[in-house]
Every structure is written in C-alpha cells, then in structure tokens.
C-alpha cells in the first residue's frame, strides 16, 4: 500500500515514475521540470539504462556493469528486482566561488540489480536527474558474496543517438591532460579524457565526465564504434583498476545537457554531486591574486636549479614581495627555493627536501619580510610525482609552512603519464598513473593534511576537478590542461582558439591556474609566442575562472603597461553571479561576473583566430544605478599575428538595458569593469 502511495505521489510531482512491465523490469524518473526522463531496468538479463529529453532519444539502451579480476563478471545475468525513490531540493552557499549561492534540485531513481548465477550477488544503481543532466553511481552492498571488490573494467556504455561534432583530448597518453582539443564527429574520436563536450546534429549540447572521485581509479571515455562509448578506467600496476572493500559506492558518471552551449558553463550539476563541506571552518581560505618567480623561468631568464641564474634568491624574492605590496597582491609564488631542483628531477630521480632551502634563499628571512609588507608566499613543492619521497615529508613541510604564515602552497607533479612512483611496502617501487586509483588517494591525503595546518592546495599536473571543491573548500585550484607555460615553449603554443575551448570542456570541472595576464606577447623567446591579443590576455581574468589568479609577467613589463595592468589590480577573483552571455564551443565566448565584495561587474569576451562583432544588453546590471564602464579593447588594428598590444582603453557611463558592441579582433578580447556609482 505505502508502495502504491509512493507511486501516486511521485506522479503528482512530474517524476514519471512507472512500475515494470510484463516483459522486462523498467523503472522511470525525470527531472523536476519533466523535460528529461531516464528509464532503469534489465533485459535479457543485461542491465540497462536510457535517457530523453522532451521525448526524443539522448542517451539510447545502454549497458551497465562490471569486470571483476576475483570474481564473475556483473554482465549477462542480471535483473532488477527493486526500486526506490526521492525528491530533494535545497540552496546552499559556496565559501568561495563563481556564484555565492546553488540550487540542489532533483529528483532521484535507485535500481537494485541480483546477479543470477550461484550464489546471490548485488549491487544497485542510484540515478540523480536535475533539469541541467544527469548523474548516477553504483553502490556496493556489504555481502558475504563480494565482500572484497576488485574491479577489472566498468562496462558502463554511453550510446548517443545521433552523430555530431565533439570537442576532446586523447587519454591514456603520455602527456596526462595537456593536449590540446580536437574537433572532430563524434564518430571520430578515440579514447578521451573527459569533460568530453558534444553538439549533436540537432543542437543540444552535452558534457560527459564524473563528479566526486574518490578512492577510485578515473574515467575515461573508449570509443566502442559509431556513436558509442564505454567507461575505461586508468590503469593500475596493481593488477585490479580499482581495489575497494564493500559496502562502498563509486563516482558518479555525468552527463550535462544543454540546448545552448552556454547553458553548459551555468551548471552546477558537478558541485551538486559532490558532498557538503567535511571541513567546518574554511574562513581561512582566501582567494587572492599573485605574482612570483615562476614566468623568468619559462623564459629562460632564470633557472629553478642553483647556479648563477637561479631565480629563487632571497634578493629576487624581496623584489616580487615589493612589487605585490605596491600593486595589491596577497601572494608571492617562489619555484626553486628547495634544494633537489639540479640533476634529472623531471624523471624522478630527486632529492627534493621540502623543508631545506637552498642557500641563496632564506625562507624565514623572506616570509618575515613578506608579513611586514602584508603579503602572504604562496608555497611550492615540486614533487616530480614521485610519492614515495614526498609523502614521508609532506606533514613537515606544512608544518613548516604554517609556523611561517604561509596559508597556501601550490603542488606539482611532473612527470609523464605512468609515472608516478609509490611505495610497495617493502622497500621498492612501483609506477602509477596520474588518474589512476593510488594517486587519486594521495591527493586526498595532501588536501586532507594541508587542511590540518590551514593551508589552501592548488595542485599542477593534477588529478582531475570533480567538484571536489565542495567537500574540501580548500583544494582551490588546479591546472589539469594546457596552461600559459606552453606559450613560452610549447611545440606548437596554445593556437588562438585554445582558451575558448578550455571553457567549454576543460572549465565544466572546475577552476584552473591558467596563469594569464603575458604583455610581452611577442616574443617571448625565439620562435614562440602568445597567440594573443594584449586584450584578451585581460579577458582571461573573467572568462576562465579561478579563485587564485596569478599575473603572470614580470613586474618590469607590467611596469611598463600601467593602463592595461590596471584591470589585473581591479579584477576580483570571488563571485556573487556568473552569467554566460553568449558563446559557441571553440569559437567566442562572452562572460558577465559581479564581485562578491561589491555591486560592480566585470565581463569577459575573447575569440579564436577569427574576429567578431556583435553586441550585448546589459541586463544584467543592477537595476536603477549608472555604472562607469571601464574598457579595455582591441584597437582597430589589432591582430593576434600582427598587432597583439594594440589595445584602447576608454569609458562610459551604461545602465541597465543598454547595449555595448563587442567588436574583437582575430585572436582577441575586451575586458570591461563596470563600476557601481
């Protein structure tokens, strides 16, 4: 009878919850709104799932499942046997973020499947359908059948109904997440790193990737032939992808769904599948600007290792912390301070000692003076991935770090993919994946150790954004794709389109350390570039976001461009309201923000290599105030190629339900601060 009640209350709601029918288990749930539907069961004892959206096909018959290495397969002996479900809906405020406050809305679906062979086995899987996509998990039941869980493969498949156009990067290589995108049918693509995006033929757009990894070993996306994928996981030198002691549940597997491609950059479906905050107090999390020795390396100013060119010098250091505090930068980034920078570090072989300076640099001498001038260093420990030498280290290194009022650190891991070295526990090593299970646990047991001491982590050469953020709100950044390093000595740089496409993919996971704000666009050493305008250098503070953003260039060049560095002192780095004005994957895209602190706003707009022009209403301005519109613009010759510092800086008074055009050049940008009068 409650079944019946349930049931009947359900449909009151919209969920389009259904009971089986004769020939096949089939169970039903759909989004508040009731625009999409995913339907749940077995048939012919494999488990499947589909999704819609206004009654049109997304997401046709799709397998779930798994390979075990200790165990029979969960495959073809499958049927659901039970359903349960729920409706939730609730606000909640981010500590930090692009917009202060999420709505939590959706409604929810969860199958029990029993394996039919010999003893009983089971497993469940939880479907979350919100009006902005989906998201679903499997949930392990503690079982005497399958107490120990060693996961060969998923045999999770996303089978499209139609073909389209797909924006991706490889996975599985040795570059971990740093190529650049492909734009390619879907029909073409090979194994991906996800966020994946796709626009099908018929306009909706689509984001695929997971939210909430934890304790497991990452996705990837496997071509299965036409318009079908699968779940591949990152391999483990271990033997079994993913070891987990039941009861446990895995990561969710998402998908975003949008008519427009800007409806991809508003959701929060990822955040919301991550859990609230474990970390009660997080006041202590700032986000900040900075500067630091970091691009003069890049450039081969100067070097991480000791010598007569080493950067991190107490001298140097002075030099940066002035500058910050005659600018309004909290943090200065100092690379190279810590002994184990000479020899072959990139492959491994270090000797990083993460509380020994090296003796041109006196940390405590440069922390003191850094406090005196009220700036915060931003710490840094280049790991090499190699874990099993950081490890041992890490709790005496924040330790030291914390005694010296350092609140933030920037890690780093690199080293090519299949890499990483962990300890086997009985005085060897052996080698991991980036993204593979054992360091998606390390990475847990830094955020969770840097916590302990206060201190913020923004990690380079990272596992990828889950949304993570939400449960550990001081993991605040990370890179995770192509940064601005590979315009000093990529082979190729990143091509004009590169930062346009970030959005769309590489951004729908989280906050990035981009690293903008290059004025010395050209060149920045023989034969390599910025393929840049100046302006959308400035532009990149609003469209990519992050809550810790570096101004990249040496102070002398920002010395030398005071009107254009003036929006890099001006630009926050904590939002209120992100709004996503306009945009196509790959191509532009225009980005209004208002600052958490204030009533002003910023907006972002850049291009690729082609130019624009176009206008844009104000809506979004509060309503009954003027706003003095602060412009930074292409100049009319502008050209990525040609004329990348041409730039115009000029202003207005706007309000409400005006229109600016937004006219950029080939490769450009505009930046405008509107500031509340």
Known sequence: MLRILLACFCLILGMGLSGPSRADAAYQVSSPDGRLTVEVGSSFGEATYQVSRDGKPVITRSKLGFLFTNAPKFDRSLRAIAQETASFDENWDLPWGEVKT????????????????????????????????????????DQPTLKEVRIGEELTQFNLAEDGTAWWQPAGEWNRYEYLYHRTAIREIGQAHTPMTVRLNSGLHLSFHEAALVDYASMWLRHAGGTQFVASLAPSSRGAKVVRTAPFSTPWRTIQISEKATGLIESHLILNLNEPNRLGDVSWVKPYKYVGIWWEMHINKSTWGSGPKHGATTENAKRYIDFAAANGFRGVLIEGWNVGWDGDWFGGETGFDFTKPYPDFDLAAVAAYAKQKGVRLVGHHETAANIANYEPQMEAAFKLYESLGVDSVKT?????????????????????????????????????????????????????????????????????????????????????????????????????????????????????????????????????????????????????????????????????????????????????????????????????????????????????????????????????????????IEQKVVQRGDVLRVKLAPGGGQAIRFKAQ
């Open 102 to 141: 999420i709505r939590n809305h959706y409604n929810e679906l969860t199958v029990t499947f029993e394996d039919g062979r010999g003893a009983p086995r089971r497993f469940s899987v939880t479907f979350r359908v919100f009006d902005d996509g989906i998201g679903f998990r499997y949930n392990f039941p």
């Open 412 to 648: 780093g891991y690199v080293a090519d993919a299949g890499g990483a070295r962990f300890s086997d526990g009985k005085g060897g090593i052996v080698f991991d994946w980036h993204d593979g299970q054992e360091m998606v646990r390390h990475h847990l047991r830094v955020v969770e150790a840097a916590a302990r001491h206060r201190i913020a982590i923004n990690t380079h050469e990272p596992i990828k954004d889950t949304g993570l953020r939400r449960t550990y709100p001081n993991w605040v950044a990370r890179e995770g794709a192509r940064g601005q390093e590979y315009n000093a000595w990529g082979n190729p740089e990143n091509p004009p389109e590169h930062e346009v496409n970030l959005v769309f993919t590489r951004m729908l996971s989280g906050p990035m350390d981009f690293t903008p704000g290059i004025f010395a666009i050209n060149p920045t050493q023989p034969g390599h570039r910025a393929n840049t305008t100046l302006a959308k250098q400035l532009a990149l503070y609003v469209t990519l976001y992050s809550p810790v953003q570096m101004a990249a260039d040496l102070p002398e060049v920002y010395a030398a461009n005071p009107g254009p560095f003036q929006f890099i002192k001006d630009v926050p780095v904590d939002w209120s309201q992100t709004i996503a004005l306009n945009g196509e994957v790959g191509d532009y895209v225009t980005i209004a923000r208002k600052d958490r602190a204030s009533s002003d706003w910023y907006l972002g707009a850049m291009t690729d290599e082609n130019p624009r022009d176009f206008s844009v209403r104000l809506d979004f301005l509060d309503a009954g105030r003027a706003y003095r519109a602060e412009i930074y613009r292409d100049g009319p010759q502008a050209d990525w190629k040609t004329q990348p510092n041409n730039v115009v």
